[in-house]
């Protein structure tokens, strides 16, 4: 694949677009004194609903060279599994959840969990929010990229993608973060449009699709049992414990900000995946013998005119780095102040943390060898398995959860999923057993304590 003069112009330009939004998010916002944490991680609160929607819907969809791989693959299996699912969260977020985190005035999600239940959950929640904001699939995404126009490995292709997005991250805030997530939310839109567009005016509808693809293709399940499907309803689920998500509702100006943009979000999420889905199913008709986890790039340069495939190119960076950087700084805050809280605000800390998580990613990202899908299914079925139950119990019933019993169930869950995962040759799937066990460990902690007294049975805990 090579860009021709006029595409690599639009490239560079829309680039240097991107960077400038950096340095003018990166203006200091507190010109009479020192810049607070409140300022640096929330941008102070301040966070109106276009901004709000823009960066929600900018940093939700880095994976998009991984679900335009599913969409090859499987057809509309992929919209059921990374899109209806998660529609379905958003909407218990807007109206479930939004008005009570609110309440907390918290920072970050491992300090709403320290208040909800005490210091220990803090600690374990800031452990998986580590783990869940560590950018592997993205970062995995953003090689691919890079390995299809040059001739370099994977893993250098990763540490120059990681490195640049690394550095600029290191420049400001949330507020840099969200200010180039605006730029890159209309590229990024309009890309994905653009190639469905194309395709459309080129090839046809969906006769040309129905004659040109498997049955499976069309089917809801994609060829899987029912169970592998569900196994992403829960893995969605663990949107309810993203830490991205709690991020952009605790900098927004109120709760009805936060509401009506996540469901202004979730409209925009649905167009996106009509267009990724589609695209992943064109690329699959029209070469059927390409990689798939690089078909939707080569097939969209192959529909796509001059002139507007470095467009494109700029759109597909967006949407991977718009997700990159947000979670490498939501994931060294949490190194640098979740698990060593502190008033005082210190940049140097934040840059260590970056590097430190910069290093990690790459570590990770060899490990799963390239295979995003596996990197979700992995990071997700943790969370949603061993985390989401008692997070939103603890929602449901404030106050009803010690410290010790919170920590209690999540080690139980982690142990039970880990255990499955490893040992047990039964095609029930890990997160099920993992959801099963968090919940019939608080059982039985209630249980025990209703028989044997209000003694604390969970020393072991502490």
């Known amino acids: 694949m090579e860009l021709n003069t006029f595409d690599l112009s639009v490239f560079i330009f829309l680039t240097f677009l991107t960077i400038a939004a950096v340095f003018y998010g990166n203006k200091k916002t507190t010109p009479d004194g020192p810049e ?88 374990l929640a800031a ?8 950018p592997i699939a993205y970062t995995i995404s953003l090689g691919i990229l890079i390995q299809s126009f040059f001739s370099i490995s994977f893993f250098y292709s990763m540490l ?13 805030g949330f507020r840099a973060v969200v200010f180039s997530d605006v730029v890159q939310f209309f590229i990024m839109c309009l890309s994905v449009l653009l190639v469905l567009i194309f395709s459309y005016t080129q090839y046809g509808g969906l006769d040309f699709l129905k004659g040109a693809l498997p049955s499976t293709h069309f089917e809801l399940t994609g060829g899987n049992s029912l169970g592998q499907t569900f196994v992403w309803g829960f893995i969605a689920l663990s949107t309810l414990v993203d830490p991205n998500f709690y991020q952009r509702c605790f900098a927004a100006k109120n709760s009805q900000v936060a509401k009506k943009g996540i469901l202004l979000a979730t ?35 192959s529909v796509l005119p001059n002139g507007l495939k470095g467009f494109f190119l700029a759109g597909l960076v967006a949407t991977i780095v718009s997700t990159i950087d947000s979670y490498i700084f939501v994931a060294s805050n949490t190194l640098s102040f979740d698990f060593f809280p502190r008033k005082r605000f210190s940049k140097k800390f934040h840059h260590i943390g970056v590097l430190f998580v910069g290093i990690i990613t790459l570590l990770m990202g060899t490990i799963f060898d390239g295979n995003i899908k596996n990197v979700w299914k992995t990071i997700g079925s943790y969370s949603a398995s061993c985390l989401l139950f008692p997070v939103i119990l603890g929602h449901i019933i404030p106050g009803k959860i010690s410290d010790n019993e919170f920590s209690l169930m999540v080690l139980i869950g982690v142990i039970t999923t880990t255990c499955w995962k490893l040992t047990t040759p039964l095609p029930l799937d890990e ?32």
């Open 160 to 172: 120059i993608g990681l490195g640049v997005v690394s550095t600029y991250c290191m420049l400001g």
């Open 127 to 134: 452990i998986f929010n580590l783990f869940n904001v560590i």
């Open 431 to 462: 997160l099920y057993v993992g959801v099963l066990s968090t919940m019939l460990s608080l059982i039985f902690i209630k249980a025990y304590k209703r028989i044997f007294g209000p003694r604390d049975c969970l020393k072991t805990v502490s």
């Open 36 to 123: 607070t944490l409140i300022d640096y991680l929330l941008m102070g609160r301040q966070l109106t609903l276009p901004l709000f929607l823009m960066t929600l819907v900018a940093t939700w969809y880095g994976g998009i060279l991984g679900v335009t791989q599913i969409a090859y693959e499987k057809g509309i299996y992929n919209f059921i599994t990374q899109g209806f699912f998660w529609y379905v969260t958003y909407i218990i977020f807007a109206f479930f959840l939004v008005n009570r985190i609110r309440r907390y005035e918290a920072l970050t999600l491992p300090d709403l969990v320290g208040k909800m239940f005490g210091k220990k959950a803090r600690i």
């Open 267 to 301: 409209f925009v999420w649905f167009l996106f995946d009509i267009c990724t889905t589609l695209g992943g199913m064109y690329a699959r008709a029209v070469m059927p013998e390409v990689n798939s986890n690089q078909a939707y790039i080569h097939y969209s340069f």
